[in-house]
Each structure stands twice: as structure tokens, then as C-alpha cells.
């Protein structure tokens, strides 16, 4: 059973920074391209991230070019987003996703972790 679990979201200040995690078991984790989308209030859900594997190609969104950081380590099946110089911009439910083909194009979804910048 694919289970992808994510942590680390909460209410930080703007300037400050989070590092979410995203915990993927009962699949191979270490051959599949991970990505991070978020979803604020009334928006449509995007593309923050998105790391390949073996090689660890990455891709950022250009609102968080420069600030945010994505990277993962397949010996603990964990995928890491760094947050930093956050924005009330940058407030949204942040997704972990798994692109395993037998989910459709879409792949497969984790719970999401709520995130809000806020003074």
C-alpha cells in the first residue's frame, strides 16, 4: 500500500523558514521523479518542485527560485522541501507527490501539510 506522509507545515513568521518532509513507503521511492505542489485558498494547485531520480535533476517554480530548496534521500524513502525568506505569498497546503505511473498522469498524492506565513 503507496502511503506518502508529509510534515513539517506550520505558522512561521515572514523572513522565517520551514523544512517539510515528505515520507514515502510500499513502493520503490528511490526510482521515481517526486515532486511538491501547493494549493492556497480559491487557487488552483501547483507545481512548487520537482526532483527526478537517480540523478536528482530538479526544477523550481519561478516564484521560489533562489529560496526554496528541494532534494530527497532514497536510503530513508524521505523527500525534503527547505523554505527560506518565506512570503505571505508562499502561505497554502503544501502536497508531496509520487509519479508512479499505474496512478495515472497525476500520480499519487500525499494528505498535505498546512503552511502559513503570518505575522
Known amino acids: 500500500q503507496v502511503q506518502l506522509v508529509e510534515s513539517g507545515g506550520g505558522l512561521v513568521q515572514p523572513g522565517g523558514s520551514l523544512r517539510l518532509s515528505c515520507a514515502g513507503s510500499?513502493?520503490?521511492?528511490?526510482?521515481?521523479?517526486m515532486s511538491w505542489y501547493r494549493q492556497a485558498p480559491g487557487k488552483e494547485r501547483e507545481l512548487v518542485a520537482a526532483?527526478?531520480?537517480?540523478?536528482?535533476?530538479?526544477n523550481y517554480a519561478d516564484s521560489v527560485k533562489g529560496r526554496f530548496t528541494i532534494s530527497r534521500d532514497n536510503a530513508k524513502n524521505t523527500m525534503y522541501l527547505q523554505m527560506n525568506s518565506l512570503k505571505p505569498e508562499d502561505t497554502a497546503v503544501y502536497y508531496c507527490?509520487?509519479?508512479?505511473?499505474?496512478?495515472?498522469?497525476?500520480?499519487?498524492w500525499g494528505q498535505g501539510t498546512q503552511v502559513t506565513v503570518s505575522s
Open positions: 526532483i527526478t531520480s537517480p540523478g536528482g535533476s530538479t
Open positions: 510500499g513502493f520503490i521511492f528511490s526510482i521515481y521523479a
Open positions: 507527490n509520487a509519479n508512479i505511473p499505474r496512478y495515472g498522469v497525476n500520480g499519487y
